[in-house]
């Protein structure tokens, strides 16, 4: 039985047959093959799982903060957000501000101070005048209170909607929610209208930037004092409205500083002017230069982006161990023959033409000697002048664009030049010398006659200086 056993076993074998070459090299490629496709699959896996931790660090498609130039991470709410609450806030805050029900000041303090935080209430406060911030507009729309909409967006961005009844029949404003110091949520930044309907942690300082305690030179102090102060300007930083008020106490002199409620503040808007002057090309952020005019202790800011007109200067004094803006201006400074400095933004009384601009344009217009080349093409032109009146009321320091031909450019000075006497400005019940910015309009008309206009530019005055 034994035997038979395993002779049938072997005779099995035999019939099946054992595997040949042929058959081992095919099995061994089947192997391979998948062994081929499980290693490129795992490396799939791989790179993919590189990739993702990469983009996510960089902030790149995902719900994180990116950092651009000075900024810091912001530190994200370990909670989650309340996506029904926020809405609710923003809602309550647009409503109860435009209809009518808030009208004191008092109560405007507390709407304010229970769904904005303080940042967002300087922010705000900025163009406070101009137009209201918070819908971009004088007035409130018609229809704003059926049509009001508010969508949430993503890492605690919501866009506020509503009719306006113009031509783009829609606003949509960006607005940023935070968790305030009293742990409540609130608008902690709308974004600007220059911005539009950006709504990205890269618009704003993630924290304020703070200026270094020593500086060897006024140049870097100015510097530093500027990229300190335009933070405190563009940031949703909780702590920004109380280290601006120690930028303007510690390095500001006491006539710029400006007491509105509670709060302290830099009257002066030469230098909030830069913050208008931000756009993608510079993330976001204010660009500006700083020079050494020829006089000394005073220092020029030509801002790099078009659209803000001109320079503003300033004045560096030594006081202590350190250094303070002592003055702002909007003109560059100059001297008399007695010293005296020129001014035209704290004037009390601006220089003023005997009977006032429709006086003066029909003296120019009795005067003009029209260029006789542009006069016979036709040609009128519209032409930037500046000049100063001085303390006696004469005319000096007369400036005329560099695009105009060199007929109104001759023209415009001869005419600035022979005006009679003005009456200069005065200020702190004295007489000082200052700067008339306005345009020349040149006009010809059909019939040979022909015409000059001077608008005058408003300069303005801060009424606390």
Known sequence: MRRSLSCDIHSRFLRRGFPNNRQIKTNIINMNRKHIILFSVLLSLALGAILFFWLRGHGRGFNTSETSGDSLAIAQDTTAIDTATDMRIIREYYVKGNNGSVSSEDGWEQLNATHLTETAIDNILMTDGDYDATIRAQEVPRNFQKTLRVVPLKGGWYMVCFKTGGESGWERIPVRMVTDKDGRRKIGYITPIDLGQTASDTIFYHHVIHIPKQHKHAVTFIEDFYRSYLSTKLTIDLDAPAYQ?????????????????????????????????????????????????????????????????????????????????????????????????????????????????????????????????????????????????????????????????????????????????????????????????????????????????????????????
């Open 245 to 465: 008020r120690y930028l303007i106490r510690h390095f500001v002199d006491k006539k710029y500083w400006a007491e509105v409620g509670r709060h302290l503040y830099l009257n002066n808007n030469l230098i909030d002017d830069l913050v208008f002057n931000a756009t993608p090309k510079n993330g976001w952020k204010p660009q500006y230069e700083v020079y050494v005019t020829r006089k000394s202790g005073w220092y020029g800011i030509h801002s790099q982006t078009s659209g803000v007109d001109g320079d503003h200067y300033v004045k560096v004094e030594k006081r202590g161990n350190g250094f303070i803006i002592a003055k702002f201006s909007s003109a560059p400074p100059t001297k008399g023959a007695d010293g005296d400095e020129s001014y035209d933004r704290w004037t009390d009384q601006q220089p003023q033409f005997a009977g006032g601009e429709t006086a003066l344009s029909e003296y120019l217009t009795e005067q003009v000697h029209y260029p006789k080349a542009e006069l016979e093409m036709g040609i009128s032109a519209k032409i930037d002048v500046v000049f100063m009146v001085e303390k006696d009321g004469s005319i000096s320091n007369i400036e005329v664009a560099a695009d105009a031909t060199e007929g109104f450019e001759a023209e415009a000075f001869r005419l600035l030049g022979d005006m009679p006497e003005w009456t200069p400005a005065m200020w702190n019940d004295r007489l000082v010398r200052a700067f008339v910015y306005g345009t020349l309009f040149f006009k010809v008309y059909r019939n040979g006659s022909a015409e000059v206009e001077f608008i005058r530019r408003a300069v303005n005055i801060d009424d606390n200086d």
